[in-house]
Nanobody, 114 residues
Framework: QVHVVEAGGGLVQPGGSLRLSCQAS????????MAWYRQAPGKQRELVAT???????NYADSVKGRFAISRDNAKYTVSLQMNSLKPEDTAVYYC????????WGQGTQVTVSS
């Protein structure tokens, strides 16, 4: 059974950093692309970053140069390093395994506030 579980959210001041992690299980992780999304209150869920099975990354314009997605195939994890955080980064962050059937985690709250 496929599972993806996020961790690492919290409260951080503007300009600070957080590292989110997503623990996956139940599928061949090394063969799968992975993605991070976020959803702010009152807004639609949006794509933040993706990483292919080969490690090619892509980012939303709003986070380019500040966020970095990475993966560890041996540990079945995908991470999102978030630097220079802004109040507008406040959202629930979700990990997703894309594919014919998508699998989402439960989300982790990130709040950027002074």
């Amino acid at each position: 059974q496929v599972h993806v579980v996020e961790a690492g959210g919290g409260l951080v001041q503007p300009g600070g950093s957080l590292r989110l992690s997503c623990q996956a299980s139940g599928f061949t992780f090394s063969s799968s692309a992975m993605a991070w999304y976020r959803q702010a209150p009152g807004k639609q869920r949006e794509l933040v970053a993706t990483i292919t099975s080969g490690g090619v990354t892509n980012y939303a314009d709003s986070v380019k140069g500040r966020f970095a997605i990475s993966r560890d195939n041996a540990k079945y994890t995908v991470s999102l390093q978030m630097n220079s955080l802004k109040p507008e980064d406040t959202a629930v962050y979700y990990c997703k395994k894309p594919g014919l059937r998508e699998y989402w985690g439960q989300g982790t709250q990130v709040t950027v506030s002074s």
